[in-house]
């Protein structure tokens, strides 16, 4: 007799993490997923920009930009934030399943596993 | 010459417990002709110049009475060496006079115009210098400004005070300010060959953009542009008092650099060729015709970390043409960051020092490795300081440190200069 183990489809829920103590908000700069796409691991999902000035005024603002990877593979259900959306820490950015047609009428089971990334800012001065 | 003060400024409260060497006090000093005529030297800078009072023992301060308003701001008395300005209550039955120990600092404004004597030091400066005199051979530390640095330099509280009670001196520390442009090692090189003709072509070129804006902001933004891009940090030849006198200090002896104004995308103008590099806030500050000409007359360069190197070696030789033997001090950079979540690099494009800032900021200061062995030159190791002191707490951002981070780089600086026996910068008596 053979058995298979299966992990249930469960949903997670992505919102931004307070990656710095003080940051009130973040700019989300690019969202890189698609509703309906998947994504493996390390997948690019969300550039963002964090101003601490937004929280104290700062003659040199020290301004941070983050990526947010994935560290699970599971299929984008629904995007909650895109690109110019200013969000404080805990506001949901997008839900994933780990099955492609997983019902979305359920509570997330658990946290999508990201990494969080300091990156050099694509763009110029401009 | 005669030399004019204000009434005094304290720096510590009456009954403040100072230690040996501590700045207590300042005013607003001039150099005249004579008592009452014309401003005789530090004439750039004759708003922005202060003796600040050190006292030789520790004790317990006490005020002698003040002038108050505007008399403790202008020049209205004759410098007298022999004016009692407090009184220190030491332990024991000790009496009699002391000797204060007097470093003077100095402002050059943006505009005479931007000008604040509510402090030492206060109001919008391009240029902060400050030196103590003692017999012997000068020493110049040249600063290409930074966040990572002022706080270094220009200490907690303005005045270069905790620097110039670290030294015996004669040292001379000069710090230019890094707005709105980061002084890189290309544009201090660039601004040491520029001729008279070459500036004035800058100037006029920025004033046919700002004239006709007739915005405060576009005119502002443009006249510390124009400070900054017509002077030259590394030729300037600066105004000392001196053994009773006014002397003039050599090249530098010393720079102190940071890779962080090595930014990776500077502007380079389409015609007249100069570079430039400002974080990109400061773009936000300027006003809309000058936001326009930077967008249109100049146009981005990736710049490679080669290209820095190939900047530093050339700054350097420069430097040591002037000065022979100039010691080079580059600040590193935090090499780790405390908000990061990284435990692979799976799926990140490369090359990863382009984009995870962490390991840009990792080959950069290996860069700097290859350097010093390359030119003799040493790295203030920022990265080893922070990671000692603890990054969260003391480097939050990898740029901003708090007080004892300053205070822990500025003893590394001090210890290096030391080591390289750049005069002036031996330890004084209270270090």
């Known amino acids: 007799m053979t058995m298979a183990a299966r992990r249930p489809a469960v949903l997670l829920e992505l919102r931004l993490p307070r990656i710095v103590d003080?940051?009130?908000?973040?700019?989300?700069?690019?969202?890189?997923?698609?509703?309906?796409?998947?994504?493996?691991?390390?997948?690019?999902?969300?550039?963002?920009?964090?101003?601490?000035?937004?929280?104290?005024?700062?003659?040199?603002?020290?301004?941070?930009?983050?990526?947010?990877?994935?560290?699970d593979k599971a299929w984008l259900r629904r995007l909650d934030a895109g690109a110019g959306a200013r969000l404080a820490p805990d506001a949901p950015l997008a839900l994933f399943s780990t099955e492609p047609d997983e019902p979305l009428d359920q509570a997330p089971a658990r946290a999508l596993r990201i990494s969080v990334i300091g990156i050099v800012p694509a763009g110029g001065l401009f | 010459m005669a030399v004019v003060r204000s009434g005094w400024n304290w720096l510590v409260a009456d009954g403040h417990r100072c230690r040996p060497?501590?700045?207590?006090?300042?005013?607003?000093?001039?150099?005249?002709?004579?008592?009452?005529?014309?401003?005789?030297?530090?004439?750039?800078?004759?708003?922005d110049l202060q003796a600040v009072i050190a006292t030789p023992v520790g004790g317990v301060v006490r005020h002698r009475p003040a002038s108050g308003g505007l008399l403790d701001r202008l020049e209205?008395?004759?410098?007298?060496?022999?004016?009692?300005?407090?009184?220190?209550?030491?332990?024991?039955?000790?009496?009699?006079?002391?000797?204060?120990?007097?470093?003077i600092a100095a402002g050059l404004r943006i505009a005479e115009l931007a000008g604040d004597n509510t402090g030492l030091q206060s109001g919008w400066h391009a240029r902060n210098r400050a030196w103590v005199d003692a017999p012997g051979a000068w020493g110049t530390l040249l600063c290409a400004g930074t966040c990572e640095a002022a706080g270094v330099i220009k200490g907690a509280r303005g005045g270069c005070l905790e620097l110039m009670q670290a030294v015996a001196g004669p040292a001379h520390v000069v710090y230019w300010d890094d707005a709105p442009l980061a002084l890189t090692a290309r544009s201090l090189l660039e601004a040491a060959e520029r001729d008279a003709d070459a500036n004035a072509a800058i100037g006029a070129d920025l004033a046919g953009v700002i004239g006709p804006a007739a915005n405060?902001?576009?005119?502002m933004f443009g006249a510390a542009l124009l400070t900054q891009l017509q002077a030259s940090p590394l030729s300037e030849r600066c105004e000392v008092t001196a053994d009773g006198g006014v002397a003039h200090t050599a090249a530098p002896d010393a720079l102190?650099?940071?890779?962080?104004?090595?930014?990776?995308?500077r502007l380079r103008h389409r015609q007249l060729g100069y570079q430039i590099y400002m974080h990109a806030f400061r773009?936000?500050?300027?006003?809309?015709?000058?936001?326009?000409?930077?967008?249109?007359?100049?146009?981005?360069?990736?710049?490679?970390?080669?290209?820095?190197?190939?900047d530093y070696l050339a700054l350097i030789r420069q430097a040591r043409v002037a000065r022979p033997g100039a010691t080079i001090l580059i600040m590193n950079a935090l090499s780790s960051d405390a908000s990061e979540d990284l435990?692979?690099?799976?799926?990140?494009?490369?090359?990863?020092?382009?984009?995870?800032?962490?390991?840009?900021?990792?080959?950069?200061?290996?860069m700097l490795h290859d350097l010093?062995?390359?030119?003799?030159?040493?790295?203030?190791?920022?990265?080893?300081?922070?990671?000692?002191?603890?990054?969260?707490?003391?480097?939050?951002?990898?740029?901003?440190?708090?007080?004892?981070?300053?205070?822990?780089?500025?003893?590394?600086?001090?210890?290096l200069l030391r080591a390289r026996s750049v005069p002036g910068f031996a330890p004084s008596a209270f270090s």
């Open chain 2, 343 to 366: 435990p692979n690099f799976v799926g990140l494009d490369a090359p990863l020092g382009e984009l995870v800032s962490s390991v840009g900021r990792k080959e950069a200061n290996l």
């Open chain 1, 22 to 71: 003080a940051m009130a908000f973040a700019l989300i700069d690019a969202a890189h997923v698609a509703e309906g796409g998947s994504v493996g691991l390390g997948a690019k999902l969300f550039d963002l920009t964090i101003d601490l000035s937004e929280a104290f005024a700062h003659d040199c603002p020290p301004v941070s930009h983050y990526r947010l990877a994935a560290r």
């Open chain 2, 21 to 47: 060497g501590e700045g207590i006090a300042y005013c607003h000093i001039g150099v005249r002709e004579t008592p009452g005529g014309p401003t005789a030297a530090f004439l750039r800078e004759r708003r």
């Open chain 2, 216 to 219: 405060p902001t576009d005119w």
């Open chain 2, 283 to 310: 773009v936000d500050d300027a006003g809309p015709a000058t936001r326009a000409w930077l967008r249109d007359a100049f146009e981005p360069v990736k710049v490679t970390l080669e290209a820095v190197r190939d």
């Open chain 2, 76 to 103: 209205f008395f004759l410098w007298n060496p022999d004016t009692a300005i407090a009184d220190i209550e030491v332990a024991g039955d000790a009496q009699g006079d002391v000797v204060a120990r007097v470093s």
């Open chain 2, 256 to 265: 102190l650099l940071s890779i962080a104004n090595e930014g990776r995308q």
């Open chain 2, 372 to 415: 010093a062995r390359e030119a003799d030159i040493d790295i203030v190791d920022v990265d080893l300081i922070a990671a000692g002191l603890g990054a969260r707490d003391h480097l939050p951002d990898t740029v901003h440190g708090s007080a004892a981070m300053h205070d822990e780089v500025r003893a590394e600086v001090l210890r």
